[in-house]
């Protein structure tokens, strides 16, 4: 195969990559083309069924050992959990009367939560109080 047909194939898996949602498959194909593509220009890969031998085993290595890493690292800072668990130490107002591990209602940034009272006294409708902690869409708050 000629060395620029090896460029034009990994130029399209790489370009074919940008069109899919967020897999990351053909990015490591269209790699390994290029570096055959580069191989072949050198006259380094030997005969065609050399090229498409190392152009698969090095598609199949990079993707076993460089895809979880690229996923991990694309999906850093991405997690709901870090943006909730920021509101951990803010002050919540209670709508309503919450009685000691009730669960009631309460306003945090403009925005009606379900609130449960973690205080072991109840705290009262308008009262200042600190949000221990997030469980889902739960807001555990004791008085100020």
């Known amino acids: 195969m000629v060395w620029w047909l090896w460029l034009v194939l990994?130029?399209?898996?790489?370009?074919?990559?940008?069109?899919?949602?967020?897999?990351?498959?053909?990015?490591?194909?269209?790699?390994?083309?290029l570096a055959i593509g580069v191989l072949a220009g050198l006259d380094l890969a030997g005969p065609i069924w050399l090229q498409w031998l190392l152009f698969s085993a090095l598609s199949v290595v990079s993707l076993l050992f460089f895809r979880n890493p690229l996923l991990a690292r694309m999906r850093r800072g991405t997690e709901l959990g870090t943006a909730i668990d920021s509101l951990v130490g803010e002050v919540a107002t209670p709508l309503e009367d919450i009685s000691p591990d009730a669960i009631g209602r309460a306003e945090l940034r403009g925005t009606t939560w379900?609130?449960?009272?973690?205080?072991?006294?109840?705290?009262?409708?308008?009262?200042?109080?600190?949000?221990?902690?997030?469980?889902?869409?739960?807001?555990?708050i004791r008085a100020e």
Request: proline residues 6%; hydrophobic residues 50%.
């Open 114 to 140: 379900t609130a449960r009272n973690g205080d072991p006294r109840p705290v009262a409708r308008g009262q200042r109080c600190l949000v221990q902690r997030v469980d889902g869409l739960m807001l555990w």
């Open 10 to 33: 990994g130029l399209l898996l790489a370009g074919l990559e940008l069109l899919t949602p967020g897999g990351f498959f053909l990015i490591f194909f269209g790699t390994a083309a």
